[in-house]
């Protein structure tokens, strides 16, 4: 028996077959570096529904790591960061963009943007889903919800690499260097962009800038928010793309399916985040002594839940490693749960409804390399492809 290790070459390739161990023989496990790995579906749920499980203790580790100045102070203030009361404070000014009202405004961007997107490889009959379609949109429609100009995407796309690049156990001294550069930039960039803003508009930037008239949100908590919301909302919706359309890839006759009968391509994103979630864990640090499934965990004890695990419990979906369209939905762990479940849940699913219904449409649509030579990029928390080569036949 050896200890679970998420930074292992082989897990991050696929993780897969640890967590089916974890699930069966140790569904509380001490692993690597002294960290608690929870897999059982009920058990992650109460996790995340108990406050005793706390952010802050994490904030501080990853303020600590990036070391002094701007960038610390900027992840110091980010949502994902607080425990309660300021997390409910920020979630309360946040939330009211993420309804489904607010959001439908963003669907004619999203479906004219993954038009205008596939157009070029409608010619060609070929085309990289990560680097073509999957950050570029997912960008955008981050942006849209902002309320921030689609044609900075490039620019802004390369400030939230190199600040994500520092929040990743494996970040070096170069990786470090590059962040702080960034956020310098990055941080310039929002503030000239509140400075230039008319408060009308129903946009998450209009909605911060009247919260914090009414001094509800501080100045750096707003460029934090816009920080954390490029990042955390476009690297899992490209993440997520890519890994649901390759887990159609490899059952062509779920895809085949999903082309025919265009109404199912809801259930089919619900069973691609649960069969490959982009979001593979979530952490947290003790407030106080616990007991957990019958171990005892300890006050300052760092817990990593495992949406990817939970979401492969046979305790909660029948035959959980078959991918299978028809199933009847069961939510699954992907957006996370309790008072932290994930803002953007709506907002993701608009584009993957949009990206993959598309997707399918393209007729004779086939992985375009071996599948042995499918990378992964190397993080731990998110799990998404480098590239993911696909071809079909052109247009014409
Ligand atoms: C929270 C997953 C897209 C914004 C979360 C959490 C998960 C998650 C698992 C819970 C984190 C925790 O408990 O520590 C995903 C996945 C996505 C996605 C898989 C795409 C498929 C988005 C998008 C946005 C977004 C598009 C929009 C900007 C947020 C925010 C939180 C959050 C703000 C924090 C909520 C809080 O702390 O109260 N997400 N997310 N997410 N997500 Fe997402």
Do not use: K
Not at 30 to 44: K, M
Not at 313 to 325: L, Q, S
Request: net charge neutral; aromatic share 6%; proline share 6%.
């Amino acid at each position: 028996v050896t200890a679970f290790d998420p930074t292992a070459v082989d897990v991050q390739r696929d993780p897969y077959p640890s967590y089916h161990w974890l699930l069966r023989h140790d569904p509380v496990h001490r692993g690597a570096h002294q960290v608690w790995y929870v897999s059982r579906f009920a058990d992650v749920r109460a996790v995340l529904g108990d406050e005793r499980f706390a952010r802050t203790g994490i904030r501080r580790f990853w303020t600590d790591l990036v070391g002094p100045g701007l960038l610390s102070q900027i992840v110091g203030d980010i949502i994902l960061f607080q425990d309660e009361p300021d997390h409910g404070r920020l979630r309360g000014v946040v939330g009211p963009a993420f309804s489904p009202s607010a959001l439908r405004r963003l669907e004619p961007m999203i479906e004219a943007t993954v038009d205008d997107l596939l157009r070029p490889a409608r010619a060609l009959g070929a085309m990289d889903v990560v680097a073509d379609l999957a950050y570029p949109l997912a960008l955008r429609a981050v942006l849209g919800l902002l309320g921030l100009p689609a044609d900075d995407a490039d620019a802004v796309g390369c400030w939230s690499r190199a600040v994500g690049r520092t929040l990743d156990r494996g970040a070096t001294a170069e990786d470090m260097r590059r962040g702080h550069a960034a956020i310098a930039e990055f941080t310039d960039y929002v503030e000239r962009a509140l400075a230039e803003r008319r408060d009308d508009g129903a946009d998450l930037l209009a909605l911060m800038l009247a919260a914090h008239r009414s001094r509800l949100m501080s100045r750096n908590e707003i460029v934090s928010t816009v920080v954390t919301f490029i990042f955390t909302g476009h690297e899992t919706v490209a993440s997520q793309l890519g890994n649901g359309l390759l887990s159609l890839l490899h059952h062509p006759e779920q895809l085949e399916l999903v082309r025919r009968r265009p109404r199912l391509v809801p259930q089919a994103v619900e069973e691609c985040l649960r069969f490959d979630p982009a979001v593979q864990s979530n952490t947290r640090q003790l407030t106080a002594d616990v007991e957990l499934h019958g171990r005892r965990l300890r006050r300052d004890d760092i817990v990593v839940v495992l949406a990817g695990a939970a979401n492969r419990d046979p305790g909660r979906y029948d035959r959980p490693d078959e991918f299978d369209i028809r199933r009847d939905p069961v939510p699954s762990m992907s957006f996370g749960a309790g008072m932290r479940y994930c803002l953007g849940a709506y907002l993701a699913r608009l584009q993957l409804r949009t990206a993959l219904g598309a997707m399918a449409t393209l007729p004779d649509l086939r992985l375009a390399t071996s599948p042995n030579e499918l990378a992964y990029q190397p993080r731990t928390m998110f799990r998404g492809l480098a590239r993911l080569p696909v071809a079909f036949m052109p247009a014409g």
